[in-house]
């Protein structure tokens, strides 16, 4: 199993990662006037960058082992 | 053809289905804990009631206006589920550890249970999601309309009815429809399992809805690629130059807020959630469903912009395509999938405000006002539960109220933003209770009061623009005349899209407000043991809490107490389980302050924890303020505690790594003095020979007279010192050979009995020359060790002699036995001589010691055993003394027996 610490630490990046490809200035980077497939090249953009967020997520959680559950005290109905 | 009539009873079905869903799934939770209902699966699902028909329809509309911007609704939850480590799991964790039963209740909870944080809290909300409410009853009133209009067979039944009956009607419905659904118990968790099925099941059901209308929409269009370069002939451009201004990051924020503060989705995300893990696959399967959701909706509203008259209705897209193409069963289908949306978003958002409603607003005031009622066995659970059926009323009418009143205004996802904006205010206040210990109740009262004011100022007044006059006048000239007072452009900001000058306006004020207050003022005691216990939820062990003095209250007063929020039964379990656990009679229980806590906490889940707290302290003396004074002290002091704990643990390890050195250090003494002692005697033993040779050898020298004799004499005198001599320095060779394992050494399988067997017989002249009687014990028989035969031999001549050598007493007798033992072979020797005192037998396998007996009368060198100890060690055995059958010492070799 790989380091825990580095995992989460994945996850952080990729969280800030995600946000910061979604707000201008990067987001201008892609948002020219050209389309692929009739497509404009914004929309191919922003869902690839959804697509790669929940893909990378995705991996990364497992590859995180899973926590015992917090709560000592289940058992009531 | 579908008619008006058919459309609502089409509904009205579904209705009917989602309540049997519902029952079943109540009963399949009850009876078993462990059913789907508990799987990551429908827990992801459930969580799609973020959904709504702003998404079904609004969506569409808000493409087909603004280009990309309703991405952001969507996208700013994605960000939030894949950072889930971070903020969900610890919503989720506290939640579960503190009984957690909506946004109002974790920061009350958090801000030293405070009732008055709930009470704001919960008016906000309240306030606040009126008009997402009104969207939902907007949205299905159009929807209904729009598939009406249509019908060739006319209005039907609706004939007659406007906007305003029809939402009223749908109003109505849906509060009856919730009443029935989500109120019909109170439960200890707040866990709604029967809704939550059917919550999931709408969200299949919405999803394949729009899906199915999407791949209709494309494939009429000739594919995506179709779609737009028809879009494009006809002069529809989708411009995407100005998308990413500031409202595209006024939304993105709002939407990030939204999925965590909002009622519902609280309510849905953190108090439903049975297990923590779930979120794992909920952190990017609920990204996957949004991604699925909007995949569609650009080509929806761009192909709807191309092919539908100018002037319809850009919100209807999904319904009015197919039914422009035709396609009723398709379109009736769109339609189920936007009421499917619109009714799990009321449902669960009215049971969430009911929920905040009863126990921050209604709970407290009965508490106050009624004297309590005993035995009537129900407790306050029937009080609940009519004050939810009220406030679920309360909230619907609040929605349609202002559908009634904004009802000119024509897109749906307007509305929906204003209701973000207002729920978003207690986004600070949620990240500071979680992360930040000194985050303060007043500073965050403050900071939503004043959050909420900007709000209801810059974003709810300037929506009734379009009906009221006087409120288009504010917004032209500001109150008064004051021109920067103006709602949308307050202090002189003009020129801002009003959406992100409302946020912009009231999260500022509000998160400064929040910090800046958090520093100047001073957190209550119980406020810096929540924030404690909150923020180093994952830090600490869990210890229970204990906010009562113990022995204050009697058992029979908790009992009331808990039978009128709990009911009978469930406090009568409540009861008899501590009873059981502290092992004593349930009529001779003593309420401890462990178990205090866990009632408080049990109340805490059905009344919220202030309630849960005023509650016990009536009955619980010396409750607050001896309280307080006592945790402060515990507050500091605990960390002291810890300290001095460490402390004393660090001290305690140094005191046995110093007494481990003493001992080492003894030891080391002693050997030192035995070496001393030891090279002495080999100084003598060798000085002695020497002066015998060196004299015989000069009488050798000047000897004339000698005769041959004597001259034989003397020379066979000189040769034995020698040999002498030679055994002495060829054993402290061979020791120190073997130690530094230098020496040939030859390993093979040895009989070792054989060996013991040529041992006896070579000290057989020895034994009797001493006259000692050898007593044959039980012998193993030929048995295979790996080894040296001839040092094993060695061993054991050593310690016959030895048994000989130091043996005083006046019949000798030597016993030998030899046996296997769980795979090794065991030789003993034991003699009835004076045996070893304790404190030699540490040293006697050291170099250079000699039992003190032997020291007298022995000339050996002291280093035997020490050789016989670095023989079998090399293999692999042991040598050590053993309990002796004789008076004396008694050695006991083991040795591992090879196998096969």
Not at chain 2, 111 to 132: D, E, M, N
Not at chain 2, 675 to 682: A, C, P, R, W, Y
């Amino acid at each position: 199993m790989p380091d825990r610490r580095k995992i989460v630490g994945g996850m952080f990046l990729l969280t800030t990662a995600g946000l910061l490809l979604l707000v201008p200035p990067l987001v201008h980077l892609f948002n020219h006037d050209f389309t692929v497939l009739g497509v404009p090249q914004i929309v191919f953009y922003l869902f690839g960058v959804w697509l790669a967020l929940i893909v990378g997520t995705g991996v990364l959680t497992s590859r995180l082992s899973p926590e015992r559950p917090a709560n000592g005290e289940e058992g009531e109905g | 053809m579908l008619s008006a009539d058919f459309v609502i009873a089409t509904a009205i079905a579904y209705v009917g289905l989602l309540f049997v869903l519902a029952y079943f799934g109540d009963r399949r939770a009850k009876a078993n804990k462990r059913s789907w209902l508990n799987s990551p699966a429908v827990y992801t699902l459930s969580i799609s009631v973020y959904c709504t028909s702003w998404t079904f329809y609004g969506a569409v509309g808000n493409a087909a206006r603004s280009g990309l911007e309703f991405l952001t609704i969507y996208l700013g939850p994605t960000i939030v589920f894949v950072g889930w480590y971070f903020l969900l799991r610890r919503l989720v964790r506290i939640s579960h550890l503190y009984r957690i039963t909506s946004v109002a209740d974790l920061l009350s909870s958090r801000f030293g249970k405070s009732s008055r944080l709930g009470v704001l809290v919960t008016c906000i909300a309240v306030i606040g999601i009126a008009p997402y409410i009104a969207l939902q009853l907007k949205a299905v009133t159009s929807s209904i309309q729009a598939v009406a209009g249509s019908s060739e067979f006319g209005q039907g039944s609706l004939k007659g009815i406007d906007d305003v009956g029809l939402a009223l009607g749908v109003a109505a419905g849906m509060a009856l429809f919730t009443i029935l659904f989500g109120t019909r118990h109170v439960d200890a968790k707040e866990q709604h399992h029967g809704v939550v099925a059917a919550i999931a099941f709408e969200a299949v059901v919405k999803l394949t809805a729009l899906v199915a209308v999407g791949v209709f929409v494309v494939f009429i269009g000739g594919g995506f690629e179709g779609i737009f370069s028809q879009a494009a002939a006809k002069g529809i451009v989708m411009d995407t130059s100005t998308s990413f201004d500031s409202r595209w990051l006024t939304t993105l924020a709002l939407s990030i807020a939204a999925i965590v503060c909002l009622p519902r989705q609280f309510q849905v995300t953190v108090v439903e959630n049975s297990d923590e893990n779930h979120l794992r696959i909920a952190g990017w399967a609920f990204p996957a469903y949004m991604l699925l959701m909007s995949i569609f909706i650009l080509p929806i509203a761009i192909y709807g912009l191309t092919v539908m008259p100018e002037g319809s209705n850009p919100d209807m897209f999904a319904l009015t395509l197919p039914l422009a193409a035709g396609q009723n069963g398709l379109a009736l289908f769109a339609f189920i999938g936007g009421f499917s949306s619109a009714t799990s978003m009321i449902i669960l958002e009215s049971i969430a405000l009911s929920i905040m409603v009863s126990n921050h607003i209604i709970m407290p005031l009965v508490l106050r006002f009624s004297p309590p009622q005993y035995g009537d066995g129900q407790g306050v659970s029937r009080v609940l539960l009519v004050a939810r059926r009220f406030s679920i009323m309360l909230i619907l009418s609040l929605g349609f109220f202002y559908f009634f009143f904004t009802r000119d205004s024509d897109a749906l996802a307007p509305i929906g933003l204003i209701s973000f904006t207002a729920i978003a205010q207690f986004f600070p206040a949620l990240l500071a209770a979680i992360f930040w210990k000194d985050a303060s109740l007043k500073a965050v009262s403050m900071a939503i009061l004043l959050g909420f004011v900007f709000w209801a100022w810059c974003c709810f007044l300037p929506s009734f623009d379009s009906v009221s006059p006087a409120v288009s006048q504010l917004l032209l000239e500001g109150p008064w005349g004051i021109s920067w007072l103006r709602p949308e452009a307050m202090f002189g900001l003009e020129g801002w899209d009003p959406l992100a000058h409302a946020a912009f306006w009231s999260l500022s004020v509000n998160i400064l407000t929040l910090t800046l207050g958090s520093l100047i003022t001073t957190p209550s005691a119980l406020e810096r043991i929540q924030a404690t216990a909150f923020v180093d939820v994952f830090r600490r062990p869990n210890l229970p809490q204990r906010n009562f003095l113990p022995g204050s209250a009697t058992a029979n007063d908790l009992y009331f107490v808990a039978e009128r929020v709990l009911g009978e039964q469930r406090a009568a379990a409540l009861f008899e389980s501590a009873a059981r656990d502290s092992g004593v009679d349930p009529i001779g229980f003593e309420p401890t302050p462990e178990f205090v806590g866990r009632l408080e906490r049990e109340l805490a889940g059905s009344i919220g924890a202030a309630s849960a707290h005023v509650m016990l302290s009536k009955v619980v003396a010396g409750s607050d303020v001896s309280l307080e004074e006592m945790m402060q002290m515990a507050d500091e002091t605990q960390q002291v505690i810890v300290y001095s704990q460490e402390l004393e643990k660090t001290s305690a390890e140094l005191r046995t790594t110093a007494q481990k050195l003493e001992d080492a250090n003894a030891q080391l003494r002693e050997l030192d003095s035995q070496k001393d002692e030891f090279l002495s005697q080999v100084s003598h033993e060798v000085r002695t020979p020497m002066t015998s040779i060196r004299s015989f050898s000069e009488i050798l020298l000047d000897g004339h007279s000698l005769d041959d004799t004597q001259r034989q004499r003397f020379v066979s005198t000189i040769h034995q010192e020698s040999l002498r001599l030679t055994k002495l320095l060829d054993e402290i060779l061979d020791l120190s050979a073997l130690e530094r394992g230098e020496r040939n050494w030859q390993s093979q399988p040895v009989d070792a009995d054989a060996a013991l067997d040529r041992a006896l017989s070579v000290c057989d002249a020895l034994l009797r020359q001493k006259g000692m009687r050898v007593d044959h014990g039980d012998r193993a028989g030929p048995t295979m060790v790996e080894g040296d035969p001839d040092r094993l031999c060695q061993v054991f001549i050593n310690l016959i002699s030895n048994a000989v050598k130091y043996n005083d007493a006046a019949e000798p007798v030597v016993r030998i036995t030899s046996a296997l033992r769980s795979g090794n072979f065991v030789v003993e020797v034991a003699d009835n001589g004076p045996g070893i005192s304790k404190g030699e037998r540490k040293l006697i396998f050291e170099k250079f010691s000699r039992g003190q007996r032997g020291a007298i009368d022995q000339a050996g060198a002291g280093l035997g055993l020490a050789i016989s100890r670095q023989i079998v060690k090399r293999m692999k055995g042991t040598l050590d003394l053993a309990p002796s059958p004789l008076p004396g010492a008694c050695f006991r070799l083991r040795l591992p027996v090879i196998r096969g």
